[in-house]
């Protein structure tokens, strides 16, 4: 006799325990309406006692310096101060939401869902990936805008001179090696290809044939290898000391890095950038209308 | 669950019993007022706007701690920049000529102008800030695991709208700010490899910001983005209805 073979579902939804459950009214919907309210007055107060931004009338003739997009778009405003335009602006943030979204299919199992931290160590995973997250930030930000070595120099004395010059700052190891000129254009492809020639002004065709190998290297490979490195690299520490043990574990670890990493973007871009993305201090910053980093036109 | 005894009648009773047992209110609501379990649980199964919600809800989803409400805000501020959007827009014209003027006018002869406005901006930014705390909720109570995979790649997608909304929403006042975010940003878009620069184009209607990027930008906010989120959202509370309400411990 031929058997249907069913498969069970990977997950059911769960029994209900009826004596465990609450009457939606007026449980919850007074929840609900009370944290509605709160809100709707803390928004009600706020929008009393502080305006809106409101500038000069758009002018496309006067830049704005710092020119700064909106604050959530920041991080990739900072990545792009260490990278090439295409990988920082694009590239990272897609196949970054692509692995966001991605989570569930990777962690498939039911352990630890619904409650709080609910796997064993996730706290101290969590509070370990941001810390290093925050810090190694922080770093990498610090040792590319140049600021690690003038601080060693004028302040401990310490130089490498121009031996060790390349290692100030990401740029310096393009500037300051002597890179062979054949180096700045290598060609892997044997034609060159061009893509969307349109052929009229303002559209350059997107073409392949040379790659600067320095640029290449300073641009994309140093700010991706960090990128995937880093995260991948604590994963691995923390595995190898028996700290992470599912993928669960990974993810907090990957997901905690990634809210660290970006809170101190934003965190960068908004507080400590200012007249041409230079790195200050936030009372440095000319703050007007509440927003730092403005400059009202003289 | 103790069920409560209905008692003798007092005269708060009966002056239920003539407002919430008439005709005419049972015609709108079907169900007496709220105040005994039967009526309470028809009234969330038959009222529209309440059947978002189970009937019934475990004890533990009901604390606040448990979800700090962060999902509802996100969608109550959505509601609210509808309210106040909706106002904005009857005094707001999206071209280069008016736009800065309407916005001065709005906030200085407008009644209320400026308290929409900043209700419109702040709800925004709040908006923002509550979708990803929300995210943070949901992976760190394990709420994307089977079977609400999807639910989870739905938020995804709801979170890169509640930031091309804000995003569209920013270019509108046409000031200094707006002019050289949306230029820093659009620019950042038009960096993509191959179809950057006409992504730029098609989102900016040119090559720099100018009036046709005002109206597209405007369109996007005030009707294509809002209904597509609105889908989105829709999907999003349907899903956490199927997949059995909120994430509970095995």
Redo the contacts between chains.
């Keep these: 006799m031929a058997t249907a073979v069913v498969a069970r579902?990977?997950?059911?939804?769960?029994a209900r325990?009826?004596?465990?459950?609450?009457?939606?009214?007026?449980?919850?919907?007074f929840?609900?309406f009370i944290?509605?309210l709160l809100?709707?007055f803390t928004?009600?107060i706020?929008?009393?006692i502080?305006?809106?931004?409101?500038?000069?009338?758009?002018?496309?003739d006067?830049?704005?310096n710092p020119?700064?997009?909106?604050?959530?778009?920041l991080n990739?405003?900072e990545l792009?101060l260490h990278m090439e335009?295409?990988t920082?602006?694009?590239?990272v943030p897609t196949v970054w939401?692509i692995i966001?979204?991605a989570?569930?299919?990777f962690?498939?199992?039911?352990?630890?869902?619904?409650?709080?931290?609910?796997?064993e160590g996730?706290v101290k995973l969590?509070v370990v990936s941001a810390i290093v997250g925050v810090v190694g930030t922080w770093l990498l930000i610090l040792w590319n805008q140049g600021t690690i070595a003038s601080v060693l120099n004028s302040w401990f004395g310490i130089s490498g001179g121009d031996t060790f010059r390349f290692l100030e700052n990401s740029r310096a190891i393009q500037g300051n090696l002597p890179w062979p000129e054949w180096s700045e254009s290598i060609p892997y492809l044997p034609f060159e290809l061009r893509?969307?020639d349109e052929g009229f002004t303002?559209?350059?065709a997107?073409t392949f044939q040379n790659v600067d190998l320095p640029s290449f290297i300073v641009e994309i490979a140093i700010p991706i290898i960090m990128m995937v490195g880093l995260p991948s690299l604590l994963i691995y520490v923390l595995w190898r000391i028996g700290w992470v043990f599912t993928r669960?574990d990974a993810?907090?670890v990957l997901?905690s890095g990634f809210?660290a990493v970006n809170a101190m973007l934003v965190l960068a871009g908004t507080g400590f950038r200012g007249e041409d993305q230079d790195l200050v201090f936030p009372w440095n910053l000319s703050v007007d209308?509440g927003?730092p980093g403005?400059q009202p036109p003289d | 669950m103790a069920v409560e005894q209905p008692g003798k009648p007092t005269l708060a009773d009966k002056i239920y019993d003539k407002m919430f047992h008439n005709y005419v209110w049972k015609s709108i609501f079907r169900t007496g007022y709220p105040n005994t379990p039967r009526n309470q649980m028809l009234v969330v199964a038959t009222n529209l706007f309440l059947h978002l919600h189970p009937t019934r809800i475990h004890r533990t989803h009901v604390k606040i701690t448990h979800t700090y409400c962060l999902g509802g805000l996100t969608f109550f501020m959505f509601l609210g920049l509808t309210v106040t959007g909706i106002l904005l827009m009857f005094y707001y014209v999206p071209s280069v000529e008016r736009a800065y003027l309407d916005i001065q006018n709005i906030q200085t002869n407008v009644q209320f102008g400026q308290l929409m406005r900043n209700m419109h901006r702040w709800m925004a930014h709040a908006m923002v800030i509550l979708v990803f705390l929300h995210m943070m909720r949901v992976f760190y109570t394990g709420a994307y695991k089977p079977p609400r995979e999807f639910n989870w790649v739905v938020g995804v997608i709801l979170l890169v709208l509640t930031f091309l909304l804000s995003f569209t929403g920013y270019l509108l006042p046409w000031d200094q700010l707006a002019f050289w975010a949306i230029t820093v940003g659009s620019e950042i878009a038009g960096a993509a490899p191959v179809l950057g620069p006409k992504t730029r184009f098609w989102m900016l209607g040119g090559f720099e910001v100018g009036p046709e990027s005002l109206i597209r930008f405007y369109t996007l906010h005030v009707i294509a983005l809002p209904l597509l989120a609105a889908i989105f959202m829709a999907v999003h509370f349907w899903r956490i209805r199927r997949d059995g309400g909120l994430a509970r411990p095995l």
């Design positions: 579902p990977a997950a059911r939804p769960q325990a009826r004596d465990e459950e609450v009457l939606v009214w007026p449980d919850l919907v929840v609900e944290s509605a809100f709707t928004i009600f706020l929008s009393v502080l305006n809106a931004p409101l500038l000069d009338q758009a002018n496309p006067v830049t704005q020119a700064k997009a909106p604050w959530y778009l990739l405003q792009l335009a295409a920082a602006g694009v590239i939401l966001l979204g989570f569930p299919y962690d498939r199992d039911n352990d630890g869902q619904g409650a709080w931290f609910a796997t996730s969590t893509i969307l303002g559209f350059g997107t669960r993810l907090i997901f809210v209308e927003i403005y």
